[in-house]
């Protein structure tokens, strides 16, 4: 493949997942629904999945070399 | 709308370009721009084989379907599209990846005939060009009803009806641009990209929702038994809220309208066919069904939540989001031309179903949350868009211009025509959207297509792939008889209360169905029923092909393809029955 999709992948949810991290954290109760967090909640899931597939794509680009 | 939904908005097109340059340095042949090279590997072609069937009709079109009938939406799902996509991995796949076909049409050339490809082609061609219209609609509508440009618009002195143009013309600039660039692979790679965004921005949107709502009891309490479960009330088609009974639910939709569109349809089989191997291709829809088993819990869920909220609408959202309202979610459809609420057969206004899943995003979602929703909205419409245009390309360049205007040309003057082919696809597309703006309901508009096209080409794959007697004059004249028996259907029945004109009733009244559903399933039946008995007799008459001839292209001339090498539980069987267990079991639960 030309291309590790994990790589783009992981690297937009780790941007978008900051961004509506740092939305949570900033607008506080504007950023609640349904009496959750959800900014917040939801941001550090993306982030956290972006991340998990940007460090699968360079084990596997290091485990190529 | 804050800043930072603008900036998501913002990042997501600018991935999706990126990724179209990135493509575009391997898009140097006819094989790379077309076949993505056939370097996929399973799962990134089982993504975007599932991507590329979540643009507008299941989005917008089943989060208003669940709105209107419940969860036996769900139908669509796992009556309608599991137990299909099972049978083409297990059994199809060795026929298109094996016999090394480019394209659908192609395939029944190298069956069948000349003419049979073109006929294929050519309707083919004119389907995917008015699906990706009315995806293209669908974003115009919600773009329009979300009212982010009205203030831009007011402000240069331009109306807001315009909205709806500079939609439609943006939307297609961006799908043109990576398509244009990257060929199937640009569109490969977004379509995985878009599948987990489009999963970020709703399954958050069903937790508040559901949560807003009480849960499924919330939901079961304040709708009725009706909406909350699927196979209630299906032993008559007046006792359940599709107006179809078990038999032409099954049938209609179960077989014919689902293995006419997953097992013939070159916008998903394009997907399998850029797999890898042979293996990879097999798995390419298996993967993709486990997959689909579960998205009706992201697409249809908003649409029942939402009906939820607009018969109850006093139930507020504990939030703070400056965006949130308290009116119905579902507002009342109004007469585009009156401004006055639309009314039904019964004089009751008709509620605007179409912008039940964005007006809940727009409400419960907070800023940032909503910026991923709306970002997963616009990728599921532009993986649709994309879907339909890359097939288009491929079709038109090989088995329309090059079957029948320029034979022998260089391979790189067809990788110059299917880039031009991308953009008059857009072009065509956008035109379609226009078209698409007349309908009520998209998922009607959409089924009707299918019933009138995809039915009766099942009927030729299934007797081509597993008949060795069926000839190209008995294929040929079973399409066209097929096609025609679906016209006369639809000419002479109508959905109860509708008026004879494009809903049908054309020629004459001779039956009524109780809904349109009811009407489209069973003209799908009727044309696959007259395809297949006019293919049989036809065939009996003429003179088949040499056996020689037809090895690897029908299943009792092709060795099996051996699965003993790969481990026991990535065989396509054993995939397909632990696919289908699971789809039983939802069925079950949702009974």
Known sequence: MLLDLRLPLGLLFVAIGVLVTAEGLIAGPAAVAAGLPIDLIWGLGMAAFGAAAVALALVARRTLR | MGAVDWLIIGLYLAFVLAIGVIAARRSASGADFFLAGRSIPAWVAGLAFISANLGA?????????????????????????????????????????????????????MRFDEKTRALNAITFAIITVISSGVSMYALAKLIQALHVFDAPFAAVGLPTAWIFHASVLASAAVVLAYIYMGGLRGAIYNEVLQFFLIVAGFAPLVWIGLRIVGGWHGLATSLGPSYVHAWAG?????????????????????????????????????????????????????????????????????????????????????????????????????????????????????????????????????????????????????????????????????????AYIRRRAEDRHYLHVGRLMTAVGVVASIAAAYLAAQFNNIMDLIQLLFAFVNAPVFATFLLGMFWKRATGHGAFTGLVAGTLAAALHHGLTLPAGEAAGVKGGWISLVHAYPSEMAQNFWTAIWAWSVCFAVTIAVSLATRPRPQDELAGLVYSLTPRVEDAAARWWTRPVTLGVVVLAVTLALNIIFR
């Open chain 2, 57 to 109: 009709t299941e989005v917008i079109g089943m989060g208003a379907s669940g709105a209107k009938y419940g969860i036996a939406t769900a139908h669509f799902y796992w009556i309608g599209a599991i137990p299909a996509m099972v049978f083409i991995g297990v059994f199809m796949m060795p026929f298109y990846y094996g016999s090394k076909a480019r394209s659908v049409p192609e395939y029944l050339r």
């Open chain 2, 234 to 402: 299906m032993g008559s088609p007046s006792t359940n809220r599709l107006g179809v009974g078990v038999f032409g639910l099954v049938m209609g939709l179960g077989f014919v309208l689902s293995f006419g569109y997953w097992c013939t349809d070159f916008l998903v089989v394009q997907r399998a066919m850029a797999a890898d191997s042979m293996a990879a291709a097999r798995r390419t829809p298996l993967i993709a069904a486990g997959v689909k088993t579960f998205v009706p819990f992201l697409v249809i869920l908003p649409g029942l939540i939402a009906m939820a909220l607009t018969a109850a609408p006093a139930v507020t959202p504990p939030t703070a989001g400056a965006a949130h309202q308290t009116a119905a979610v579902i507002p009342l459809k109004l007469d585009s031309t009156t401004g006055k609420p639309m009314l039904n057969a019964s004089g009751k206004p008709e509620l605007d179903y179409d912008l039940a899943t964005p007006n809940l995003l727009l409400r419960d979602l907070p800023t940032g949350l909503l910026g991923v929703g709306l970002t997963a909205l616009l990728a599921s419409f532009m993986s649709g868009m994309a879907g339909n245009v890359t097939a288009f390309n491929t079709v038109f360049t090989y088995d329309i211009y090059q």
